[in-house]
């Protein structure tokens, strides 16, 4: 999603303004990237799991159920990792989903049949640009190695979804 990308570089302009004016701020520059990135991270991977057990259940074609399941799976895996790397780094990690996501969740909760498989993966789509862009941003300029290793060995996998989401996207419209 551009917002994420647009907070980023907020963030990194905001950052930079204060670190012009103070030499001690300047190492918190990289620290505070690499938290928003866990945080935001974290928030769209609750999502993908949240929304790949509604689709492994609610699809209405073996295709939807199957990639929901294999998103719940896959991202769950992502997410553990994520969460070691958060008690590393001394962030705390929501356990619910922020009101924007939750508020897509019960959308796509609601629907059925076509409409619910055309906005689930419409939705994928969506969420995993905006994923892959964030992994893409946290591999090249994060300040922790291990996130910066974390976010570049996800990628392919990332990447991937995206491609299968897409391509799924194209087949039923």
């Not at 609610?58 to 895996?77: A, N, P, R, Y």
């Not at 939750?102 to 055309?118: K, Y």
């Not at 570049?152 to 996998?157: Q, T």
């Amino acid at each position: 999603m551009k917002h994420i990308r647009e907070y980023f570089f907020a963030a990194a302009m905001m950052f930079a303004g204060i670190a012009c004016n103070d030499d001690t701020a300047s190492t918190d520059v990289p620290a505070e990237m690499d938290k928003q990135f866990i945080l935001s991270a974290s928030d769209a991977g609750l999502f993908e799991v949240n929304a790949g057990q509604v689709a492994s259940s609610k699809g209405t074609t073996s295709v939807i159920k199957g990639f929901g399941k294999q998103l719940l799976d896959k991202h769950t895996e992502i997410n553990q990792e994520l969460m070691k790397l958060a008690n590393n780094a001394n962030v705390d990690l929501a356990t619910t989903l922020p009101d924007a996501r939750q508020q897509q969740l019960d959308t796509l909760s609601g629907l059925t049949g076509m409409a619910f498989d055309t906005t689930y993966i419409k939705m994928m789509v969506s969420t995993h640009e905006e994923i892959v862009n964030l992994y893409e941003i946290q591999a090249a300029t994060g300040g922790n190695p291990d996130l910066k290793t974390f976010a570049s060995d996800k990628l392919s996998g990332l990447r991937a979804h995206l491609e299968t989401a897409k391509s799924i996207r194209d087949s039923i419209q």
